[in-house]
């Protein structure tokens, strides 16, 4: 019995009536149908609205993060559940772990990312407050808060579970509930991740909906608070945000479309450099992993002249090496595309490619297939294209066959091959393989105006690289022109995306309370306890120590010279410093802080377990012999990352405020302190 996908809408699952048949792409049988119900979609929005930003608002960001660690945790638990599925799509275990474990590890990188930068509320501070008066009353900030809308997530079919979650994972920590739309063709895999995060029971209620099939009228009932991400053609990408509603409502739109990356083999390699086998190994890798259908793939390969014909004969042979047919057969390099639509119009990109241009490897009626049953699937062999005249032939900068489908072309100059890169009018990658960095200097900054990533190969980085075709959660994942003119991934930046940036003014002590940080300038609370012998819970913004004094001496000067070994000029030469700006010999930056340190610290044992680094240290004002200096430690901020050490203890991370001044209340060093602090047994 083949099985009808449902959607998930408003907490539950929808769906009994067969619609439209789905085909495994190994041999073309149905597996699944599409449903025949159409869907109510002011009920999901409204679900979303009123069930999911109140579930999630409950949640802070620190929370949210570790909801998607657990959520990362249960679903790698259970991964050999979605690669089982993942099988019929025509995908390679290599190919769905990218799919399937990629997915997943964008949901721990962003639990990571989540736990480290952001803050244990809601607000998100984008300081430092700037001073907008001269008497120090009204300061200005910035923050960035949900935007109490849903985010709507468009997807392709060539990854259905990375492509849902890549989305997923930044605006859930933005507190955006979701609707995923797959499309339809790989839908069952995208239908069976839902149904095992929904049995997980880590999401808050109206986190997470599903919807199979057409969206309907779904963008027409958006509001300003809402927000649409698009993966897939550039063509679709265009109509989609050329909704009438989406643009009178002002929905932020981003979107990720398919665009002709290139990679640029660099004048100054030759056949005899371990980069030209780089080269070959990472242009033939990225013709056929996914069977080419990846947006970030290879399509146009650009060579010096003279190496045209080492090239080709190189990559060939690394071609003719890839089995094709069903993955789960030992020795399958290669597998299906999605669907025989694909199938049917990748051979038709073909078609158009080929004129004018050279056939080097593959075409039709080359397809060897490895495995019972599938001379129906959706198979198609790696195709080589040559074009000689690539300046003048506009197909090869316009049409991409989404399969196991490059062109090479070739170039006179680096100003050349630069120029034939951006004739792909903006492109998610490109790559640039060579062994002179002054190449690199000279090609990355032109080829970065039409690319959104930069991938630079040598045989130093080549021992870690992850690839051309690899968006990594840390980096920005998205492109000019054609590839859209969004933003993915991008570690934070992502989340930002999500989040609704406002410009806040009034007092410091107001914006202290707002952001939840403590605003230089603003009111202060010092009492009779250390602030460092309070424990964690007990804490509160704006606890405050101002310390006694200390005269600095030269016997301070020379002492820390001798256990740092700094006998720098300034410190030890007054002859010399006298011909200085300063005019005069001043005390080490670095005794400042120690100094100051003195002065703050409660040294014995109590709350505060670690200090773990500091941030934003700027020594303002020189510190001479004879100079007065003081601090104030101020309580700024408080993250509670809900872990515990080894007896079971719980522990907290505050940033603390350190001013140091001299004699005259003049400002000479400015830092923050970042400690591990306990909570109470």
């Not at 979605?82 to 799509?89: D, K, Q, R, V, W």
């Not at 009111?523 to 704006?542: N, S």
């Not at 200096?629 to 700024?636: D, E, G, M, Q, S």
Request: charged share 20%; proline share 4%.
């Amino acid at each position: 019995m083949v099985h009808t996908l449902q959607s998930f809408i408003g907490g539950r699952w929808q769906g009994k009536e067969a619609a439209t048949a789905l085909h495994s792409a190994l041999d073309n049988r149905v597996i699944y149908h599409t449903h025949a119900e159409q869907l109510d979609f002011a009920e999901a929005v409204h679900y979303g609205r009123k069930t999911g930003i109140p579930a999630l608002m409950k949640l802070d960001f620190q929370t949210r993060a570790q909801r998607l660690k657990a959520l990362a945790t249960y679903l790698m638990e259970r991964k050999e559940e979605l690669y089982a599925i993942s099988h019929l799509t025509g995908a390679t275990r290599p190919d769905s772990w990218v799919d399937v474990e990629g997915g997943i590890g964008t949901l721990f990188a962003y639990a990571s990312m989540g736990s480290r930068e952001l803050p244990s509320s809601n607000v998100l501070h984008e300081g430092p407050a700037m001073a907008l008066g001269k008497r120090g009353g009204f300061s200005g900030t910035h923050i960035l808060v949900p935007r109490g809308g849903i985010a709507v997530h468009i997807n392709a079919f060539n990854f259905p579970i990375w492509g849902l979650l890549e989305k997923f994972a930044p605006s859930f920590l933005a507190a955006m509930p979701c609707i995923g739309k797959p499309a339809s063709a790989t839908s069952y895999l995208t239908e069976a991740l839902i149904r095992m995060i929904n049995d997980s029971g880590l999401l808050p209620e109206g986190s997470l909906q599903l919807v199979i099939g057409s969206t309907g009228d779904l963008l027409d009932r958006l509001g300003g608070a809402d927000a649409v991400t698009f993966t897939g053609s550039a063509d679709t990408a265009a109509k989609l945000r050329s909704n009438r509603n989406l643009i009178a409502n002002s929905v932020p739109f981003t979107a990720e479309a398919d665009s002709l990356n290139c990679a640029i083999l660099a004048p100054d390699v030759t056949p005899d450099d371990p980069e030209f086998d780089l080269f070959v190994k990472e242009v033939q890798r990225e013709m056929t992993t996914k069977a080419g259908q990846k947006c970030t793939a290879v399509r146009r390969i650009i060579v010096p002249r003279q190496h045209a014909d080492a090239v080709a004969e190189k990559l060939r042979e690394r071609l003719a090496k890839v089995v094709v047919g069903d993955p789960s057969v030992e020795g399958v390099r290669m597998g299906a595309l999605a669907s025989k639509d694909q199938q049917r119009d990748v051979a038709e990109r073909v078609t158009q490619l080929a004129k004018g241009n050279e056939i080097l490897f593959g075409g039709a009626g080359a397809l060897k297939l490895v495995g019972e049953g599938v001379e129906n699937g959706a198979f198609f062999p790696p195709t080589l294209l040559l074009c000689r005249n690539a300046l003048s032939n506009d197909a090869v900068h316009e049409v991409e066959a989404f399969g196991p489908v490059s062109t090479m072309m070739t170039y006179e100059s680096i100003d050349e091959a630069l120029e034939l890169a951006a004739r792909g009018k903006g492109s998610l990658v490109s790559s640039l393989i060579t062994k002179d960095p002054a190449i690199a200097a000279y090609a990355v900054p032109i080829a970065a105006a039409s690319h959104g990533r930069v991938h630079v190969l040598d045989r130093e980085s080549a021992v870690d690289s992850t690839g051309h075709g690899s968006p990594l959660p840390q980096l920005k994942h998205g492109g000019p022109g054609r590839a859209g003119g969004g933003e993915e991934l991008g570690g934070i930046r992502a989340v930002r995306h999500f989040l609704q940036r406002a410009a806040v003014q009034g007092s410091p002590t107001m914006l202290t309370a707002i952001t939840g940080e403590y605003v230089r300038g603003g009111a202060v609370r010092e009492g009779d306890i250390h602030p460092f012998r309070k424990c964690f819970e007990d804490l509160e913004i704006c606890d405050s120590l101002l310390t006694h004094r200390r005269t600095v001496s030269e016997a301070d000067i020379v002492n820390f010279g001798g256990i740092s070994g700094d006998y720098f000029y300034m410190h030890f030469d007054e002859i010399a410093a006298r011909d200085t700006q300063f005019g005069k010999r001043i005390a080490h930056g670095y005794f400042v802080l120690s100094a100051a340190a003195g002065l703050f610290v409660s040294p014995a044992p109590g709350p505060v377990l670690a200090n773990y680094g500091l941030d934003n240290l700027r020594f303002i004002t020189p510190v001479a012999i004879g100079d007065t200096i003081r601090a104030r430690l101020t309580c700024k901020r408080k993250v509670d990352r809900n872990r515990t050490d080894d007896k079971g203890r719980g522990q907290g991370v505050v940033a603390w405020d350190v001013q140091v001044t001299n004699q005259n209340d003049e400002l000479v060093a400015s830092y923050d302190i970042l400690t591990l602090v306990s909570k109470r047994a």
